[in-house]
C-alpha cells in the first residue's frame, strides 16, 4: 500500500490550517451584519451599559472582562450576535446581547472600534509566547498567531473584521479564552480554527502565550 510521506502529511496538515485561518474573514453561524455603516457618536450613547464592565473608552478595569477599544467592528458585532444565539456562552453577557437590536449593535460596535486601540505595558517578552506567537510549532501543527492576528496582534492590512484585535488585551481574559478554546467550553471561531490551534498546547504555553500578547 502507498505510503504517503511524513513531512508531505505534515505539510498538506499545515496547508488545511492555514485555509481553516482564512474563514476567519467569513461570518459563521451568526446573523449577517447590517449592511450600513455604525454611527460611533450615537454609539457612544447607545453603549453605556457596556462602558460599565468594559469602560468608557472600552478599556475594563477587571482583567477577567475583555477590553474593546480599537476592537474590529465586525468581530464585535458577531460576538454579541453569538451570545444572542447561545452559540457562545456567558452568564452576564447571553442576557444582555438579548436587549440590543441590530441598528443598536453596529452603533456599538463602530464606537468602541474608534477609540485608540488597547494597548499593553510592554512589561514582558515571554520567550515561550513569542516564538509560539511568531513561528508556532510545526512538529505539532500549530500555526503562528502573527499569520492571522498581525504583529503585535495589532490585526492584518487590510484587516478581515472577524479576527479580533489581542495585543494589549488583558492577559486574564486571554488566559481564559485560550483555555476555553481547547477544552472545548468556546467553539465559535470559523470551523473551529482556535480549538485546533490550541488543542496541543499545555497549560504552560497558554500562559505564556497570554503573558506575550497582552503587553503587545
Same mark, same amino acid.
Do not use: W
Given at each position: *500500500?502507498?505510503? %504517503?510521506?511524513?513531512?508531505?502529511?505534515?505539510?498538506?496538515?499545515?496547508?488545511?490550517?492555514?485555509?481553516? =485561518?482564512?474563514?476567519?474573514?467569513?461570518?459563521?453561524?451568526?446573523?449577517?451584519?447590517?449592511?450600513?455603516? /455604525? @454611527?460611533?457618536? =450615537?454609539?457612544?450613547?447607545?453603549?453605556?451599559?457596556?462602558?460599565?464592565?468594559? /469602560?468608557?473608552?472600552?478599556?475594563?478595569?477587571?482583567?477577567?472582562?475583555?477590553?474593546?477599544?480599537?476592537?474590529?467592528? /465586525? &468581530?464585535?458585532?458577531?460576538?454579541? !450576535?453569538?451570545?444572542?444565539?447561545?452559540?457562545?456562552?456567558? =452568564?452576564? %453577557?447571553? @442576557?444582555?446581547? %438579548?436587549?440590543?437590536? @441590530?441598528?443598536? #449593535?453596529? +452603533?456599538?460596535?463602530?464606537?468602541?472600534?474608534? !477609540?485608540?486601540?488597547?494597548?499593553?505595558?510592554?512589561?514582558?517578552?515571554?520567550?515561550?509566547?513569542? +516564538? #509560539?506567537? #511568531?513561528?508556532?510549532? *510545526?512538529? !505539532?501543527?500549530?500555526?503562528?498567531?502573527?499569520?492571522?492576528?498581525?504583529?503585535? /496582534?495589532?490585526?492584518?492590512?487590510?484587516?478581515?473584521?472577524?479576527?479580533?484585535?489581542?495585543?494589549?488585551?488583558? $492577559? +486574564? &481574559? #486571554?488566559? $481564559?479564552?485560550?483555555?476555553?478554546?481547547?477544552?472545548?467550553? !468556546?467553539?465559535?471561531?470559523?470551523?473551529?480554527? %482556535?480549538?485546533?490551534?490550541?488543542?496541543?498546547?499545555? @497549560?504552560?504555553?497558554?500562559?505564556?502565550?497570554?503573558? &506575550?500578547?497582552?503587553? $503587545?
Amino acid at each position: *500500500m502507498f505510503r %504517503m510521506n511524513h513531512n508531505i502529511t505534515a505539510g498538506l496538515a499545515m496547508v488545511a490550517l492555514f485555509t481553516t =485561518a482564512a474563514a476567519f474573514a467569513q461570518n459563521d453561524n451568526a446573523k449577517p451584519i447590517q449592511p450600513r455603516a /455604525g @454611527d460611533p457618536v =450615537a454609539g457612544k450613547a447607545k453603549s453605556l451599559l457596556c462602558q460599565g464592565c468594559h /469602560g468608557e473608552d472600552g478599556n475594563s478595569l477587571s482583567t477577567l472582562v475583555p477590553k474593546l477599544a480599537g476592537q474590529n467592528e /465586525g &468581530y464585535i458585532t458577531k460576538q454579541v !450576535r453569538n451570545f444572542q444565539a447561545g452559540i457562545r456562552k456567558h =452568564a452576564i %453577557m447571553n @442576557d444582555l446581547a %438579548m436587549t440590543v437590536n @441590530d441598528d443598536d #449593535l453596529v +452603533d456599538i460596535a463602530a464606537y468602541f472600534s474608534s !477609540r485608540n486601540k488597547m494597548k499593553g505595558d510592554g512589561s514582558t517578552n515571554n520567550q515561550i509566547g513569542k +516564538d #509560539l506567537f #511568531l513561528t508556532g510549532d *510545526m512538529s !505539532r501543527k500549530i500555526i503562528a498567531c502573527v499569520n492571522c492576528h498581525g504583529a503585535n /496582534g495589532k490585526g492584518l492590512e487590510p484587516n478581515p473584521s472577524m479576527i479580533p484585535v489581542i495585543g494589549g488585551q488583558n $492577559r +486574564d &481574559y #486571554l488566559s $481564559r479564552q485560550l483555555i476555553n478554546f481547547r477544552k472545548g467550553d !468556546r467553539s465559535n471561531s470559523p470551523d473551529g480554527v %482556535m480549538n485546533k490551534t490550541t488543542k496541543s498546547l499545555t @497549560d504552560a504555553e497558554l500562559e505564556s502565550l497570554a503573558e &506575550y500578547i497582552s503587553a $503587545r
